[in-house]
Every structure is written in C-alpha cells, then in structure tokens.
C-alpha cells in the first residue's frame, strides 16, 4: 500500500482506494463533479492506473501536442485483432501507430478525402437516404437505420469497394452484435483491463460480472467480417487493378514479401479495417441522430436553412460543396451540433511515455490522459450561453459568414492523434444534413414535447435515445 501511494504534487483529486480506485468514468455529469470540486486538472484513480482528467482546452491543446501523450493507454492492445496486436490505428503506437496511421491517411487523401470527386459518392448515399426516408410516407419513426448505412457506405466503398442497399439484411447482421455491444455497456466491463489481477478470475464469474462474453462475442465477430472481407480481396486481387484502400495494403503486403522487417501484415490490415469501421460508421451515424432532433426541437433553424437552400439550389438538384458560401447556416448548425452534443464525451484516452508535468503537476509515466470533450465544449470561458443550442455562434457579425471557432473546439480530438477522418466527415455531415433540410420538414410528431433530451451514454458516446420523429416531405 505505501509503495502504491499518490506521489508528491500529483493533479489533485478524491481519495484514492488502494489497488481498486473507482469505476471507469464515461459520462460527463460525474466528471463535471470533479472539475467542480477540484478544478482544471485532476487526478482520479481506477484499479491499478491514474487517470488525469484536463477540463480546460487550452490546457488539452498544449497537453495533446506533447510527444510524450502520443500514445494511447497499454491495454487497447487487448482488444486488438491483429494477431500480433502490434498494428492498426486507434490503439496501437510507436512506429507501427506511425506507419499505419500514414498509409491511412496517404490513401483517404488519394481516395477523395476533402476533395470534391467524393462527393459524388456521398450525394449517391444523399439520395439514397431522400428515398429510404420518403418511403415512410411521413409517419414517425425511429432514428432510421440508414443514417447507419449511408455512413458506412462511404467508408466501406474507400475501404472495400462495397456498397449495400440501404435496407440490406447483410448490414443488419453486421450491427448486430455491435449493437448489443453498444446496448448492453456499463463500465463495469471494462474493469479487469484497469485492474489486472480480476483478468485471474474463472471466465464463467467474469462473464457473470462484467459481461465479458458480449465483449468476446463483439470481438469475434468483428474479426470473422473484417477476415471475409480480406480474403475475398486476396482472391480478386489484381496489382494492374488497385481498386480501393485495402487493395493499396494487400500491394504493400505483396511487396514486401520476404522481408522480415515489413510492417504489411495481414493481421496489421485486419485491424486497420476494424478501426476505420468502428471509427467511421457509428460516429457518423449518431451525429446524424443528433442533426435529426435538434432539427425537430428548432424548426426555426430548418425553417432559415431551408430559405438559403432555396436561394441558391434548384429543388431539383442536391446540394453540393460548393453551394457552401451561399449555405454559412448549415455548416453552422453542424458544427453547433457537434459542439452542444459532444457526442465523444471524452476524448480518447492517450498514455504518458515518461514522467512529466501538465500546468506544474507531476504526471507519472502511464498516467492515462483524458480530456473531458463536454467540459470543453460547455465551458463558459469559451463559450458564451454554452448550455444554448446557438447556430450563431458559428457565423460573423453579419451572420452571412461561417466562422471557424479559434478555441474551445473538440470534437475531433487534437494533436498527433487527432482524428484521421475529420475532412471526410464534415463533408458527410454537411452534405447529409443539407439532403435531409432540403427534402424534408423534421417535426415531432403531433403533441408531443421533446424538450427533454433523453441522452443514453453508449460506451462513452452520447447518443440520443430512440425517439419518433415525422419526416414530412416538403414536396
Ligand atoms: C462525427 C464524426 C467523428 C468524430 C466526432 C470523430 C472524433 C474522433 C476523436 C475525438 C478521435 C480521437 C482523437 C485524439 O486522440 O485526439 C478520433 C480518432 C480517430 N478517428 Fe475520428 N471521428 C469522426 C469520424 C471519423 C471518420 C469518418 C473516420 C474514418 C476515416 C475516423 C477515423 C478515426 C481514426 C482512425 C482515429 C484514430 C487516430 C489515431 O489514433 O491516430 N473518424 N476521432
């Protein structure tokens, strides 16, 4: 116990219980509580790892631009599907984090990504999500399930060159089980990679426990899809035919052959797929659930948007890129929605290489780092009114102008690890949201209030609960 102790001039924090600490924190009321009581940073144990928690963006930013919080915590390794757990994005590190990350964003880049040929693919998904909505006939519904598919059609197609029918069996059998995932998350789930000794437990009391079978199962089958899909590349590849980004990896797998020191592996590739699924469909999708109800709970904002539209698109054509300048408002509202949903509650946790300090703090070596997005997004110091949904915000003086916010701004994380996708998917989320306003009037459904936003926490991602909504065509 005492070689365990907090050292000197740690973050300060609640008491730590030796060995066990407290439950994983994901949600952003009980880490608004330690910011309240100790302020800006702030050191919080759970089983054998410290957490510090930065609350403050300018503390975030400089923390985040740090080599030594390069790296994400050791134990993203267990849920890696690399075989030798070595490869991939999201949590690997050093420099197979190194390779893999620039391979990735060399050929997202090469792929479109930010430039206007994708767009062509994003309209078809665009269309395709007009249809599927007005097939409804303006009944409430659910959050529709091709909010899902769109988003994964257009990081599937980069990916794999596939796309599915926005109604398609095959898409539902592959949510499936990341739905119970998502579902059936506590953070309880997590405790024995934070306190290692309860990995010693028989399988059949952590199972009881923690659920750890739904974690297996999710896990299990995310390899059995990402491995079908490989060697279904394997068997079509043609080096005189590259056709997307998995083609582009299976070359450098080719290439590399008899090289001992490559770091083109086919388990490496797995994982990359596994990171840029999980990483590129659901964030997507759950924006858009958010995009659909701030749309119905401010119809006036719709009402403005549907007027710029109106000004500067024929109805018989969708909105494109460059219809932007004319279109300030819904690259706005995408951005406030981003900011007032904090859909990422926390940033994603980043580990320290060595011992250091943040604001004269010591940080030991391992410390895990984690920047509480929410705080960040709804901090006064930043943001004026922050608990106000406020488009506004987002535009000049004259409100004709987008305006880029200079601080306070999260959502993608920051830093050299900032998120790879982040051009892509505000080109998905402006283009989305502009076919849903041009299309449709969002509105609850007859007397109904939805004031109340009813946010479920899925494994750290705020979500808004399951609620029925009108899609009214305007037509
Ligand atoms: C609304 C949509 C999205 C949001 C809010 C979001 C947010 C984030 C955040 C907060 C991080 C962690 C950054 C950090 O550690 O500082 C991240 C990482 C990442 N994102 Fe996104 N993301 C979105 C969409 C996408 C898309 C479409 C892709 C697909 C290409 C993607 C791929 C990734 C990857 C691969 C990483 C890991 C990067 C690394 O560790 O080097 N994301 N994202």
Redesign the pocket.
């Known amino acids: 116990v005492l070689r365990d102790r907090r050292p000197r001039n740690c973050p300060p924090g609640p008491f730590e219980i030796p060995f066990f600490g407290g439950l994983p924190i994901i949600d952003e009321g009980p880490a608004e509580d330690l910011k309240k009581k100790y302020g800006d940073v702030v050191m919080y144990r759970t089983g054998s790892f410290r957490n510090v928690f930065l609350f403050d963006y300018n503390t975030a930013k400089e923390a985040?631009a740090r080599l030594e919080f390069a790296d994400?915590p050791i134990f993203f390794s267990t849920f890696s599907i690399d075989d030798k757990k070595l490869g991939g994005?999201?949590?690997s590190n050093g420099v197979h984090?190194q390779h893999d990350?620039r391979f990735?964003l060399r050929n997202?880049r090469k792929l479109g990504?930010g430039k206007s040929y994708l767009e062509e693919a994003i309209n078809i998904e665009a269309k395709a999500l007009v249809e599927d909505l007005k097939k409804y006939g303006g009944e409430a519904i659910n959050y529709p399930d091709s909010f899902r598919t769109v988003?994964l059609n257009?990081?599937w197609q980069m990916v794999a060159s596939t796309r599915f029918d926005l109604r398609s069996t095959e898409v539902e059998a592959i949510y499936k089980v990341s739905k119970e995932f998502q579902t059936k998350f506590t953070p309880i789930m997590f405790l024995p990679s934070f306190v290692p000794v309860l990995d010693y437990l028989p399988k059949c009391v952590k199972n009881y426990l923690f659920n750890e079978h739904i974690v297996d199962e999710f896990f299990d089958e995310m390899k059995a899809i990402v491995k079908a899909t490989i060697d279904q590349h394997l068997k079509d590849y043609d080096p005189d035919n590259i056709r997307d980004l998995m083609d582009e990896y299976i070359k450098g797998i080719k290439d590399g052959e008899g090289d001992d020191e490559t770091f083109f592996r086919k388990g490496a590739l797995g994982q990359i797929i596994n990171?840029?699924f999980q990483?590129?469909?659901d964030?997507?999708n759950f924006?858009l659930k958010w995009v659909a109800y701030l749309l119905a709970r401010y119809p006036e904002y719709a009402t403005r948007m549907q007027q710029q539209i109106d000004a500067v698109v024929p109805r018989d054509r969708m909105v494109s890129l460059d219809d932007k300048p004319g279109l300030p408002l819904i690259e706005a509202f995408v951005m406030e929605t981003?900011r007032y949903s904090s859909?990422?509650t926390m940033?994603?946790q980043?580990s320290a290489t060595r011992d250091t300090t943040i604001n004269g703090y010591f940080i030991p070596k391992d410390t895990i780092i984690i920047?509480s997005?929410y705080s960040v997004h709804h901090d006064p110091r930043y943001w004026e009114e922050p608990d106000k949904f406020y488009p506004e915000r987002f535009l000049d003086e004259n409100g004709t102008k987008f305006t880029a916010p200079k601080q306070g701004f999260?959502?993608?994380?920051?830093?050299?690890?900032?998120?790879?996708?982040?051009l892509?998917?505000r080109m998905?989320?402006f283009l989305f949201t502009a076919a849903i306003v041009q299309h449709f009037d969002v509105r609850p459904p007859h007397g109904v209030d939805i004031a109340e936003e009813g946010v479920r926490n899925y494994a750290g991602l705020r979500v808004p609960a399951d609620r029925k909504l009108v899609y009214k065509p305007r037509d």
Not at 410 to 422: K, N
Request: glycine share 10%; with cysteine.
């Open positions: 985040m994400r994005l999201l949590g984090w990350r990735v997202l990504m988003a257009i990081i990171d840029l990483a590129g469909s964030t997507v924006q981003m859909m990422i940033n994603v980043r920047v997005n999260f959502a993608f994380g920051s830093g050299r690890r900032h998120c790879v996708g982040e892509l998917a998905e989320l």
